[in-house]
């Protein structure tokens, strides 16, 4: 059984920072990779950032990319989402998820692909004021 549970949201005036955590717990093989997806009033859900477990190798949607950082604690119990120079289109509902190393018979590769991410958190805040 996976457990995620987001904290760390709130307002900010834009060019702010936040830093999202995400508490994990779980086997190594149900939480291969990590990420960051986030939900706009009205817009459908975007991945943010993606983490994979073994090797820490990251990517980021290209929105993102220079303002945002994703990280794991050494004890890998817990995912951050460093979050700088926030603009108003930030706002959004985040989500944390975790994926597999295996599902819907394939090995899965370090994606922002939502399908591949079978476990989700019931996501924090993020509202960034102009």
């Known amino acids: 059984q996976v457990q995620l549970v987001e904290s760390g949201g709130g307002s900010v005036q834009a060019g702010g920072s936040l830093r999202l955590s995400c508490a994990t717990s779980?086997?190594?093989?149900?939480?291969?990779?990590l990420g960051w997806f986030r939900q706009a009033p009205g817009k459908e859900r975007e991945g943010v950032a993606c983490?994979?477990?073994?090797?820490?190798?990251?990517s980021y949607a290209e929105s993102v990319k220079e303002r945002f950082t994703i990280s794991q604690a050494n004890a890998k119990n817990t995912l951050y989402l460093q979050m700088d120079s926030l603009t108003p289109e930030d706002t959004a509902m985040y989500y944390c998820?975790?994926?597999?190393?295996?599902?819907?018979?394939?090995?899965?590769?370090?994606?922002?692909?939502?399908?591949?991410?079978?476990?989700w958190g019931q996501g924090t805040q993020v509202t960034v004021s102009s």
């Open positions: 998820a975790a994926a597999p190393k295996w599902y819907g018979g394939r090995w899965l590769r370090l994606s922002l692909s939502q399908g591949q991410y079978n476990y």
């Open positions: 779980g086997s190594s093989y149900a939480i291969a990779f």
């Open positions: 983490m994979d477990t073994s090797d820490g190798r990251t």
